[in-house]
């Protein structure tokens, strides 16, 4: 694992792993923004027995970025600016592994470098009008055969995709740019979710943008 920080910004290599593998992996993110740009990130992944194995080989850390040991968290933190591990645990749920970080940020700049230190696929600005974060999990999905679309809809069937935004206020706007992922909204909570059957098989990166 090069940086546990690049885990949405190549999310398109899990994606292709789990495909080649016939496993899987459901993600399931909450950030927490208060009114002065800090927070927290809360993620969750549910990963199968294969990618699992598959990650914990050496050499193929670098197409697995999501945690497997809190020692691989810890490390990609070292040197970072405004980000800072709170938390991190895993456990077994049936032919699944469950682990969950939480990372706190102390500005939105650090939320957007977690998301993807490239600064490309997650971008803050602000103005008069106030503040707003567009971000996605890659320009784009791999094309995929027929037979390796069902492939990728039959492995991915279990699993979901949840994104959810706590703003400090009312959101002025709030949308999803993929037509697998819905948006609903709990009073300053935007969640936007799919399942990944339907990620994976649209060819289109998730991409989220919201103001307030």
């Not at 789990?18 to 992996?25: D, G, M, P, W």
């Not at 106030?130 to 999990?137: A, H, N």
């Amino acid at each position: 694992m090069k940086d546990i920080r690049r885990r949405l910004s190549v999310g398109l290599a899990i994606f292709a792993a789990a495909i080649v593998l016939a496993s899987c992996v459901g993600m399931d993110t909450k950030v927490e923004i208060s009114s002065n740009g800090s927070g927290t990130v809360s993620a969750e992944y549910r990963i199968s027995e294969e990618l699992v194995a598959f990650g914990e080989l050496e050499a193929n850390k670098e197409l697995l970025p999501i945690p497997l040991s809190r020692e691989d968290v810890e490390k990609s933190l070292l040197g970072s600016k405004g980000l800072k591990l709170k938390s991190w645990s895993s456990k077994k749920s049936g032919s699944d592994l469950l682990i969950a970080t939480v990372i706190e940020f102390k500005d939105l700049d650090a939320l957007m470098f977690y998301l993807d230190p490239s600064g490309t696929l997650a971008v803050h600005n602000s103005d008069t009008q106030g503040q707003e974060i567009r971000f996605s999990l890659g320009d784009r999905m791999p094309k995929l055969d027929p037979d390796m679309r069902l492939l990728a809809e039959e492995a991915f069937d279990p699993y979901a995709f949840s994104f959810s935004i706590q703003l400090p206020k009312a959101p002025l706007k709030a949308e999803s740019t993929h037509p697998a992922i819905t948006k609903r909204q709990e009073g300053n909570t935007v969640h936007f979710e799919g399942r990944m059957r339907d990620v994976i098989a649209s060819e289109t990166a998730p991409g989220m943008v919201i103001s307030w």
